[in-house]
């Protein structure tokens, strides 16, 4: 039984720091990775990691600078660190996991949490 689990969603003012976690149960996965979605749009990579060692971290450029995404392998949880929080940062984060390896966002995403809310207010 594959779970993925996120956490640490909440609501936050303009500026603020924020920290999303994702447990995965069941098994291992070689990339795991954070989306968001708002109403209306579509759903949007953010940032992924890769177990390749030529696979560092990859970001959507609407976040470099001020989210970090970080692993451990032993707990098998992937997180999220938000800076620097703004308002069009709100959305519903999800994070995915996959066998499959390479550049993050080109991914196909087999897994998927429930998501947890992330909303910014000015």
């Known amino acids: 039984q594959v779970q993925l689990v996120e956490s640490g969603g909440g609501l936050v003012q303009a500026g603020d720091s924020l920290r999303l976690s994702c447990a995965a149960s069941?098994?291992?996965?070689?990339?795991l990775a954070w989306f968001r979605q708002v109403p209306g749009k579509e759903r949007e990579f953010v940032a992924g990691v890769s177990w390749a060692v030529w696979n560092g971290p990859y970001y959507a450029d609407s976040v470099k600078g001020r989210f970090t995404i970080s692993r451990d392998i032993a707990k098998n949880t992937i997180d999220l660190q938000m800076s620097s929080l703004r308002v069009e940062d709100s959305a519903v984060y999800y994070c995915?996991?996959?066998?499959?390896?390479?550049?993050?966002?080109?991914?196909?995403?087999?897994?998927w949490g429930q998501g947890t809310q992330v909303t910014v207010s000015s």
């Open positions: 069941g098994r291992t996965y070689r990339s």
């Open positions: 995915a996991a996959t066998q499959g390896f390479g550049v993050p966002a080109t991914l196909q995403y087999d897994y």
